[in-house]
């Protein structure tokens, strides 16, 4: 079997991408070891290498890590579906649900997000941006985090405790997308829930607990080894545990998922569970968080990945 | 995860991810024209005679290339030093001649030698990021020094010994890059080294002068080394890396008896002694090849690309966008409107398949959030007009957005008010 592994990619997580791609390949080649495993870059040479969906193509089965837009937007993922080749993970059409933030907010079960809007920059230019940031301010209060709509490693993303913050988030913001949302800023303890999907049962794997020491789970706290504590198993009771993985798996189901998700949530004092963003392409780098739970699951990447390749080619025959 | 987290060393805390150097890996990518990192254009070399070098030195010389060699580096090859240096102006003694792996280890040891934590290093503002990268790992504190159009301020370096006389903290180093300054593109007057040598020597501190691009300049002679000066206050460094190739790693510190025992002990410690094959291919390319004739090669291979960057700068940048004009090396410093955060602007750019520095990468301090730096050593004329021209749109794109919100400065950058880059290849 030839399997490639699709990383890289041409966005600001490029980098972030190319690690996971690696750390799959080489758990891949350990439980593989007969397989012929190809780390690949996303161009056209691939794109060409695939074939057509009549004809004959050089690999067996695609692995897509490409993180952020082109990955985890339906883009990638339906040119593979055109071009009629496996692929390990959610279709184009339940990728274009979970991508946007705001549309994935809308989906999520019983009204789970926190309040938000998403306006695209042109709507700000021409109705001016003071009036409407004095109606989200009041409408939706403060703190708010300010996002890029689509998106991950929490690039752009900002929280805004005061009124003045707010238009320069929007700034940085805007650099990484046309559509920025606005969202109630919610504390608590959060927790990112993996959800593992083999044989049509979708299962959550035991919540990661995230706790930046900085206070804010920023690219660098996300990537520096150390900067960041997590907990696995999380520090919650079991009946919380219990309802988040629950809801991770509900999410999972929502959206219409496939294989491998992971829901990113913040559980407040009261308990309630509030939905952040769900990633169908999530990291596997050394500091990610999926791997932590595959592992506190008393699992293996590599085993994890080998079934998601056989269940991607099983399901195109 | 990382096991060791908590056994690191204090001077391994500054050495973390960063969003910015994450956005470079997307620059590699050949449909970005990458105006940030500076690579020597080593493609303008003849590859067929160099293989055939290494080649001959393998074959000819193997017994010596393939074994360790002396920590000092190859006596020949410091003899060739001495001619190379001799361009500008800098007399001295092969025995003073340490050869390091490249400058930027010479920069290393130097540092090594020299501070303690908690010592006070001066250095321009902006300054190289490879040098803060060192500087920061020994823990030193970098104080910054104004620069006018003739770089160097010997006022502002004035005040900031006198400043630094009244505190805790020695100042143990003044490192300055004289000539064609790596970001800002500019370059110390004669009187101007005179200077500030004058200064150095009445506080009695030593300057660490870099000098990678002297013999890059477009335009008449190399501008003489503040070493030509004087041989006792003065650390020299030079690389091959521009006038002949960065991969070799090749490179030389010139310093005074004392310093110069210490730092060969230093670089023994590190390293042993410096790659015997990559000494002699030079060793044999400086007596073999008509070297200074390929300098002149790069000299006018660069001019085009500066001369491209510059008239696309003057026909496509929105107004309220200044630059440095580089007289040689390989960058311009460019002064974005000050309601412009280029850290910020950065992942616009990378999305419109344009790269620079940010200039928060070129100060230990935070400054530099309104600057970028443009290299012109790598892309060809038509890919720096293009990179321009991408550049000139992101900057008219976020000047839209910034006016939208009203916002004046935008001094402040994501997550970390303090943003260092650790640097590496892309960003050299």
């Known amino acids: ?317 | 995860m990382d096991p060791w987290v908590d056994s690191y060393a204090q001077r391994a805390q500054g050495l973390t991810a960063s969003a910015i150097r994450a956005l470079f890996a997307v620059a590699s990518r050949p449909e970005v024209v990458s105006l940030a990192g500076g690579m020597p254009f080593v493609s303008a070399l003849d590859s067929d005679r160099f293989a055939e070098i290494a080649a001959r030195v393998v074959r000819e010389q193997g017994a010596v290339a393939l074994q360790y060699g002396s920590g000092q580096g190859d006596q020949t090859l410091r003899e060739q030093i001495l001619e190379i240096s001799g361009l500008v102006g800098v007399r001295s003694h092969p025995d003073d001649v340490v050869v390091t792996a490249g400058s930027q280890m010479g920069l290393d040891l130097v540092t090594k030698i020299f501070c303690d934590p908690g010592d006070t290093v001066l250095v321009e503002s902006p300054s190289y990021v490879g040098a803060l990268g060192v500087f920061r790992s020994y823990q030193c504190n970098v104080v910054h020094v104004a620069m006018d159009s003739e770089g160097l301020d010997p006022q502002a370096l004035r005040e900031a010994l006198v400043h630094a006389r009244a505190s805790d903290s020695p100042v143990k180093l003044i490192y300055t890059i004289p000539s064609f300054h790596n970001p800002a593109g500019l370059t110390q007057s004669f009187q101007r080294r005179q200077e500030i040598l004058a200064i150095a020597q009445e506080f009695n501190v030593p300057i660490l002068e870099d000098d990678p691009y002297g013999l890059l300049g477009f335009e008449g002679e190399p501008p003489q080394a503040i070493r030509s000066l004087d041989d006792q206050g003065v650390i020299y460094l030079g690389s091959f890396s521009k006038i002949i190739a960065s991969g070799l790693r090749v490179g030389w510190v010139i310093a005074p008896h004392g310093v110069r025992e210490k730092l060969v002990l230093a670089a023994e410690a590190a390293t042993l002694c410096p790659s015997n094959f990559s000494q002699l291919t030079v060793s044999r390319y400086l007596a073999e090849q008509p070297w200074q004739q390929q300098i002149k090669v790069f000299q006018e291979l660069y001019r085009e690309r500066r001369d491209s960057l510059l008239q696309s700068m003057q026909a496509l940048m929105p107004a309220g966008t200044t630059w440095t004009v580089p007289k040689g090396g390989f960058y311009s410093w460019v002064t974005l409107p000050h309601q412009l955060n280029a850290t910020t602007m950065l992942p616009r750019a990378i999305s419109s398949l344009v790269a620079y520095v940010p200039g928060t990468g070129f100060y230990a301090d935070g400054q530099g959030a309104h600057n970028l730096r443009l290299s012109y050593c790598y892309p060809d004329p038509s890919r720096i007009e293009e990179g321009v021209r991408r550049l000139a749109g992101v900057i008219e794109a976020e000047l839209d957005l910034v006016n939208t919100f009203g916002v004046k400065t935008s001094g402040e950058t994501r997550g970390n008010s303090q943003p260092q880059l650790n640097p590496n290849s892309d960003l050299i």
Request: charged fraction near 20%; aromatic fraction near 6%.
């Open chain 1, 1 to 317: 079997m030839r399997i490639a592994i699709l990383s890289g990619g041409l966005n600001a997580e490029r980098d972030v991408s190319l690690r996971s791609g690696r750390r799959v390949a080489e758990a891949l080649r350990d439980t593989m070891p007969v397989a012929e495993i190809v780390e690949v870059d996303l161009n056209g040479e691939f794109l060409d290498s695939l074939g057509s969906a009549t004809g004959k193509h050089s690999f067996d089965v695609v692995v897509p890590l490409i993180h952020g837009a082109i990955g985890e937007d339906a883009t990638l993922r339906s040119m593979l579906e055109l071009k009629g080749i496996p692929f390990v993970g959610s279709s184009a059409a339940s990728a274009a649900r979970s991508f946007d933030k705001g549309v994935a907010s809308g989906l999520v079960p019983n009204g789970s997000a926190p309040q938000f809007v998403a306006f695209p920059q042109s709507f700000f230019r021409e109705m001016g941006a003071p009036r409407i940031l004095e109606t989200v301010i009041v409408g939706i209060g403060l703190p708010l985090v300010v996002k890029p709509i689509s998106g991950g490693s929490a690039l752009g993303v900002r929280l805004c405790a005061d009124a003045e913050q707010v238009a320069p988030a929007l700034v940085d913001a805007f650099g990484y997308g046309d559509r920025v949302m606005l969202q109630s800023a919610v504390s608590g303890t959060e927790l990112a829930v993996t959800v593992i999907d083999i044989g049509g049962e979708p299962i959550a794997l035991p919540p990661v607990e995230i706790v930046p020491l900085s206070g804010v789970y920023d690219f660098d706290a996300r990537y520096t080894a150390g900067a960041t504590e997590f907990f696995v198993p999380c520090r919650l009771d079991s009946d919380v545990v219990q309802r988040v993985s629950d809801y991770a798996v509900a999410v999972h189901a929502y959206l219409g998922l496939r294989d491998i998700s992971r829901t990113d949530l913040i559980v407040d004092s009261d308990g309630t569970i509030w939905f952040l963003e769900v990633n169908i392409a999530p990291g596997m780098t050394e500091t990610s968080l999926v791997p932590q739970a595959i592992e506190a699951a008393g699992l293996n990447v590599g085993g994890v990945f080998s079934d998601l390749v056989t269940q991607a080619v099983t399901r195109s025959h």
